[in-house]
């Protein structure tokens, strides 16, 4: 056994989160794309089973009282919400990842005050949200302007209205610093929405405490929701009596079943809801954040723990491809500072799409992000430090026989 | 047995789509709320498990190629594309209603030339169509002018940017005539948009025949396609090129991964894409429209006999409640005209919430509208002529006892 072997199987020893695993369904696979899709939480097929033949089958309509539909935007917000360090009653649950974007960014325009008239974007965001937010500019008349992650201070004045940032860069993996940029957005008056799809679940966000204003994300990613599964919002609680939703679905009346002809915005949470919840897909998101409750003996999985883990994989990681990969044919492009870094390395490297699929026929399974990157992500509650080791070994392999 | 209870025997001895029921999940209950939730088709809970075991537990992010789960938008719109008289290429399937009312309006207005600032929305619509239309036409610069549907085309004229109609009314049932309104908004020089909510999969709606621009409805009524299931968009083909959508979201991008910062929308029905897709609830809704398809034996469903039955099935329930129950007790607020009918029948009654919950009591399950409605929606698919005699009688006994 090398020495990295053995290191691996020393850290997987002592890990506290290994018991986690067995929540999850795997395979002889090294699954590093959880980033992507999180991977299968086994109580999920039971969940949605019951969802569909007794919840719809049999109850059918009943349910929407009886089994909890109706509130389900809300509760599953709750559930969501010490992932990110909110205290309940600001999240809810539903539509895409760039619904709520739309959302957030134009709610966050109607309340910064008159003359504020610039939104300023991540210009290296993911995509979808660059495009979303040229939407709310144009639909809000404001001003569009796209700035690297580090000009954002630069930028802010007395005309920015919303700034719309990412928690950690989808391809870099590099992680902002929240606290700082929300500080500042604040002190040039303006109103911040964060993007959390790779950040949630992985670390510690902070909402609540760095007074972020709005924020967004995914669950399909670190929360293991399963494909597509719904997005949230968030809203801070002192601004949600001004959350004022471009899409003012009658879910977020103050009276749903009032039919009313007229809009009156519920109060709370519940303003950001749109139209009738996506009932399967919602409850198969709500039996996967069980994971994080413990296995009903053990205790529940704390961010804090998840974020140690997390930071000593990747260390680990870049350890192993230090080790592994011939001098020269990678070059990480995230960075060395824990402070800096979210829960993904990010391998520059000439090829990368087709070093990617060479990968995965031998079970190392990361994502290839154009032009040339080999995106790996670490979930921690299920990558171990012998799959860390695995894939940078196997990378190395592949490399060296190219 | 009353003569009534032995015409309902012979009308369902000799309905052709008889056969059709096997293919749901049903119990002793006659289940009139179709038009809210449909029932459960048997092929479904197989088919999800499937999805969620296989698809996401094992192939995981492979299923995004592998399991169709990137085109399932475009390929089940393809299927909805027959039920509402449209060729292939011109829907997607995805968000909410509300959401995709958003865009089709805002993009109407959008096609519409300038100088037209106002949005016509039928007042009796259903809230959420009219709370988004007042957003869309805010975030557009219209006027928002919320009028009867019989006074639509007295309202039209040459500052009418969009027209924004239902196909059915929620709450009566009345059938708008989608020909001649849409003839009339053509002639008027606007853009309609229809909301089918409460008319696809329950009788033809003509979408291509008849000129349409733009459609929107949900797919969990008479489409069967589970709770929230996601909905769907229909852009006229000619009118694709020109859809300006206010949700940009990557998934309508023409390179979607190629990451690129500039947006640029791709060709077709894709357009009207935004996020993510809600695998889990779209391939449910996938599966539940293999109905339509026949049983692989006999041969498919067709619009036209669904709709035959439907006026049947209308037509008999409202002569079993003149026979069964006291006079004066309900009025029919559904038009007794063939074309002014959709499927279901809205009876006025005293203290209708209470009568809805006693006859839920006794398995007969309808919906109550606020104020004052008894709603029954009929699904030609699984609702038989056995089903509406004991309805209507179980509607007298209860109105007799009161």
Redo the contacts between chains.
Sequence with gaps: MSELAAEAEKLDAIDELARVRSQF?L?GVV?L?GN??G??PVG??GR??DV??R????L??R??DESG?WTAPERIGDRIAPLVGAAAGQIVVG?????NV?KAL?AAVRMAGEGRDEIVVD?TT???D???A??AAR??GCTLR?VAPAEVRGTLGERTAAVLLNHVDY?TGRLHDLPALTAAVHAAGAVVVWDLCHSAGALPVGLDEHGVDLAVG?T?KYLNG??????YLYVRRELQGRFD???????S?AEP?????E?EPAAGALRGR?????????L?LEAALDVWDGDGEGEGVSIGAVRAKSLALTDFFLECVGAYVPAGRVESVTPVAHAERGSQVALRCEGAGDVMKRLIERGV?G?F??PDVLRFGFTPLYVGFGDVERAARVLGASLEEQ
Excluded at 245 to 251: F, Q, V
Excluded at 274 to 282: A, C, K, N, Y
């Design positions: 369904v395979d699954y794309d992507s899709l991977a299968l999920v097929p949605v089973e569909v033949r919840q719809w089958g049999e059918r309509i349910s929407w539909w539509d895409s990842t760039s619904v739309f134009v210009a993911f995509p979808t660059g495009y979303i040229e939407s639909m809000t796209p391809r995914c399909y399963g494909p597509g599964s719904p997005a939703s471009p899409l003012p679905g009658w879910n009346h079943f009032g039919m009313r002809s809009y749109v139209g009738t919840p996506d009932i399967l897909s919602m198969a399974v994502d992000r154009h």
